[in-house]
T-cell receptor
């Protein structure tokens, strides 16, 4: 089946620095990908919709200047957490829908971000 | 996107059948019902999807009554490895956007 891969799986960064998380669709093209954040013992919260070749669409309450999303190709979306703070520490998950012939959304393995 | 309501948690024992019911009173005509499973520190994994009546695959069955205002995920003969959070989602998924509810934390005991 379709596979969505994230990298890195775990990252630790210092407060004030930026960190980039990649989301790749390995065997299909995805014009749209989605980024979620999940805190421990909570559900997934949709952050933004990543659109290939255009600006991302952010959910209400998500700072677009803090969470930069770039979808430069049909198989890659990146989430950059800028000027990270400890409260940004979370599990970040991406998803993608196969462009045609399918109605299933596939999720990446997730990326743990710890800001110290 | 239709709101869903599930039990927060459920307990079961190995070998039992587990049924998790989800309410979605405001489901729209074009909406599908999809269930995902999530283990700690992993992304959600697709389990099953249906529109009406009954759907069965190698891991689960999905029962949807005629009014489609609820659905039941049935896991036959659960094992310890089925301990996870199960999410019921409703939507067209045409664009791929999914809004997650709280999910049901299933604990399978020996």
């Amino acid at each position: 089946g379709a596979v969505v891969s994230q990298h890195p799986s775990r990252v630790i960064c210092k407060s004030g620095t930026s960190v980039k998380i990649e989301c790749r669709s390995l065997d299909f093209q995805a014009t749209t990908m989605f980024w979620y954040r999940q805190f421990p013992k909570q559900s997934l919260m949709l952050m933004a919709t990543s659109n290939e070749g255009s600006k991302a669409t952010y959910e209400q309450g998500v700072e677009k200047d803090k969470f930069l999303i770039n979808h430069a190709s049909l198989t890659l979306s990146t989430l950059t957490v800028t000027s990270a703070h400890p409260e940004d520490s979370s599990f970040y998950i991406c998803s993608a829908k196969q462009g045609s012939g399918g109605n299933t959304i596939y999720f990446g393995e997730g990326s743990w971000l710890t800001v110290v | 996107l239709a709101k869903t309501t599930q039990p927060i948690s459920m307990d079961s024992y190995e070998g039992q059948e587990v049924n998790i019911t989800c309410s979605h009173n405001n489901i729209a005509t074009n909406d599908y019902i999809t269930w995902y499973q999530q283990f700690p520190s992993q992304g959600p994994r697709f389990i099953i999807q249906g529109y009406k009546t009954k759907v069965t695959n190698e891991v689960a069955s999905l029962f949807i009554p005629a009014d489609r205002k609820s659905s039941t995920l049935s896991l036959p003969r659960v094992s310890l490895s089925d301990t996870a959070v199960y999410y019921c989602l409703v939507g067209t998924q045409e664009g791929g956007k999914l809004i997650f509810g709280q999910g049901t934390e299933l604990s399978v005991k020996p």
